[in-house]
């Protein structure tokens, strides 16, 4: 394994210091699957070596992104691994996107390499080569596929690819108040650092300790489960419990094994629904962890009073990964509802008004934040890059939030347009846009109401065309051929009209009160 560059530098790549926090012994269980399988530390490395190798030998530019849409599965993680060990960049797409949205991603990142499902090869390879990607592979999530195949033609010896710790990692696209994807460019040491210091934050246990053991149930094509879950999980040289889905019965049932959970609010709403979910059930764990969505406090409530646990809810972002955090050890403070906790060490966050000027403690203003963990800009987008940092270098989140006197940040709304639905952000802009699009639509406004499972879901109102006439479920069926699921909304309304203040400017707050209720 290679750790220092000719000149004795030592390596930036993410997966060095992965690699390295592997246990002494490379026979434990290192990832256990739903489907009876298990992989051993040795497993990950050899398989990791051999997939690197592959990539090794495509003769791709440094900097060559590898984009990846497949189905969850070891064989995916191992993908990833291998991706940042080769030293390339990899790209994770959700499994819901359609050929549109893939369109775009592939258009603009061009890959040069694209994974994606036996399934799908058909329109993803005429998408890819139509954008000039050299290779394009299948992996399904059940070992099979044109990857795997090459794959086990190669060596399983590796020498780490030297990367400094600015050289890029990942792009993980983002929708912005535009509605248009942009690609959040993330590199190896704003992952490590970030993995690090959650590390410390979240008290891993060292084998020693009693170690720990990590349910991921989380899709891994965003921030939460593809980092923080899975550099957690391997930086601790820890176990998982891998899940191809999310199965609230079979995560309480895993709980007598495991000891820490990571989730999206809905994943919490849906395990308290479960009658199996009681304080002995939960009895081996040791940490609750919330974030990517607000968690309602009457859910932090119901899990301290059915489990015995509190939740740590924790604030971040792909452009920044984790940012907040609810304290973990008691002497830090209390774990407070409703709040994402203090600032992580390193991370500087302030909160200033309309006029660039900070607001008093407590008072309401616009998050903005710097640190290590701050991400190198948008794939490709400098102008919109250097909008979004202020003079002196902080990104401006987009998030509205509050400090109060003891330090806890509290989010209290978003000024960009943005509905979180389920963890998986929705932007109206882009939904308003297809909506546009469709025949006889004149103008259309997609706002966010609550929902109880989904946190918030989007709900269309749509303004006809002189003489047009619209079938509100036409609309949703044109959706649903054209959209990710998640992002269509889930019920649509044909208006007359769409209140607008003085300027002209769709009043959503009026849209959201009127339709929430
Ligand atoms: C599924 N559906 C949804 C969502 N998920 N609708 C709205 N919002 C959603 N999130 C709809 C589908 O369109 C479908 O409707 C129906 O529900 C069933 O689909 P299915 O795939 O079976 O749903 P599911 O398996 O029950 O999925 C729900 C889920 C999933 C488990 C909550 O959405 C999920 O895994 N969410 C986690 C997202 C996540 O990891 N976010 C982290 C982002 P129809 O039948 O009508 O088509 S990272 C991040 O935000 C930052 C940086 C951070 O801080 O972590
Ligand atoms: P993403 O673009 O997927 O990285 O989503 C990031 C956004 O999710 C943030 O800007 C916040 O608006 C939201 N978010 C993440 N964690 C939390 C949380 N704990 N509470 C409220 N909002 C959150």
């Not at 000719?6 to 690699?19: E, K, T, V």
């Not at 299948?138 to 090459?150: F, H, V």
């Not at 006889?440 to 966010?448: I, Q």
Request: hydrophobic share 45%.
């Amino acid at each position: 394994m290679q750790t220092q560059s000719n000149s004795g530098q030592s390596n930036g790549n993410l997966f060095s210091a992965l690699r390295a926090a592997f246990p002494q012994d490379l026979d434990a269980v290192a990832v256990e699957t739903d489907n009876g399988l298990y992989y051993s530390w040795r497993d990950l490395d050899r398989a990791t070596a051999m997939m690197a190798n592959l990539l090794a030998s495509l003769d791709l530019a440094p900097g060559a992104r590898i984009a990846v849409q497949v189905e969850k599965s070891v064989e995916a993680l191992v993908l990833y691994l291998a991706t940042l060990r080769a030293g390339f960049v990899f790209l994770p797409l959700n499994t819901a996107y359609q050929s549109a949205e893939i369109e775009y991603f592939i258009g603009n990142a061009e890959p040069a390499v694209v994974v994606c499902t036996a399934k799908n090869f058909g329109w993803v390879s005429k998408i890819a080569f139509k954008a000039g990607t050299q290779s394009v592979f299948t992996l399904n999530d059940d070992r099979t596929g044109s990857l795997l195949e090459r794959v086990a033609h190669c060596s399983d010896q590796h020498a780490v690819a030297f990367r400094q710790a600015d050289d890029l990692a990942a792009i993980l696209y983002t929708s912005g108040t535009t509605g248009r994807s942009k690609g959040a460019m993330l590199s190896h040491g704003n992952l490590l650092s970030n993995a690090r210091v959650l590390k410390d934050y979240w008290g891993w246990r060292s084998a020693e300790e009693g170690g720990d053991v990590l349910i991921h149930a989380l899709p891994i094509f965003h921030v939460h489960g593809l980092f923080v879950a899975i550099h957690g999980a391997l930086l601790n040289g820890s176990k998982m419990i891998w899940m191809s889905k999310f199965d609230p019965r079979l995560v309480i049932k895993k709980m007598a094994e495991a000891t820490v959970f990571m989730g999206v609010p809905t994943l919490y709403v849906r395990l308290l629904a479960e009658p199996g979910l009681t304080v002995d059930a939960a009895r081996h764990m040791r940490l609750f962890i919330a974030g990517s969505a607000p968690l309602l406090i009457e859910t932090f409530n119901e899990w301290q009073a059915k489990t015995g646990h509190t939740i740590l809810e924790r604030y971040g972002m792909s452009e920044t990964l984790m940012l907040t955090s609810n304290p973990y050890h008691e002497a830090d403070g209390e774990r407070r509802a409703g709040t994402v906790g203090f600032p992580l060490p390193g991370v500087s966050l302030r909160v200033q008004d309309d006029d660039a000027q900070p607001v008093a403690t407590g008072e309401i203003g616009g998050i903005q934040v710097k640190g290590p963990n701050v991400f190198k800009g948008y794939w490709r987008m400098p102008e919109k890059t250097a909008e979004e940092f202020t003079a002196d270098g902080y990104f401006k989140t987009g998030d509205v939030g509050k400090i109060d006197a003891l330090g806890y940040v509290t989010i209290v709304g978003r000024s960009k347009d943005l509905i979180i639905s389920g963890g998986y952000n929705v932007y109206p802009a882009e939904i308003e846009g297809v909506i546009n699009d469709l025949p006889g639509v004149a103008e259309s406004a997609v706002v966010g109401i609550p929902h109880a499972d989904f946190g918030e879901v989007g709900v269309a109102l749509v303004i006809a065309k002189p003489g047009a006439s619209l079938d509100p479920s036409e609309i949703i069926a044109s959706l649903k051929a054209q959209l990710a699921n998640f992002k269509v909304p889930k019920q649509c309304f044909v208006v007359d009209a769409l209140p607008r203040n003085a300027m002209g400017k769709v009043q959503k707050n009026v849209l959201r009160a009127q339709y929430g209720a």
